[in-house]
């Protein structure tokens, strides 16, 4: 309920803020050095691994209404979420973030995200228990044309945070 209550509407942008203490944070500079594609980087309770990025211009059923097309194009990171700790936890996707080269900071669409995880959208409501790990897929609305450099993900709105770079090395 957090990812849907939370909005992570589209587009929105503001200034950037900085990486957080983390456990494995590293902010990569924009040029994108530090931990990158295939990286585990951990914050709190969560480990995350971004597998890769693609894009999409809209996810679900739109024929018939359905889903969400994006105003520019969608960037989706596809992760791999560890609980590391000792209790359950859910995963936030309005506590996730990317960023493209002019430091623009770009929140997650929950209602794309849930629409693009499907049947385990369940992933972005449910707990995640100690020691398993759930694959999901989070979408970001940015412009045309622009590109996400890096990513900062959150084990929760009040965590540290840690950088991933989106840059092909």
Known sequence: IAAVAGGGGKGKSGAPSPAGSGSGGVAPAAGGTGPGLGSQVRDGK?????????????????SLGLGETAQGRFTVLHLKITNIGNVGQSIDDSS???????GRKFSADSTADIDANGNSGQVLLNNINPGNSVRAVMLFD???????????????????GVTVSLVHK
């Open 142 to 160: 940015l412009p045309k044309g622009d590109k996400a450099v890096r990513a900062e993900l959150h084990d929760s709105a009040f965590s540290g």
């Open 96 to 102: 996730q973030y990317v960023f493209d080269a002019r």
């Open 46 to 62: 969560f480990a995350f691994v971004v597998t890769r990025v693609s894009h999409l211009h809209s996810v679900g059923d739109t």
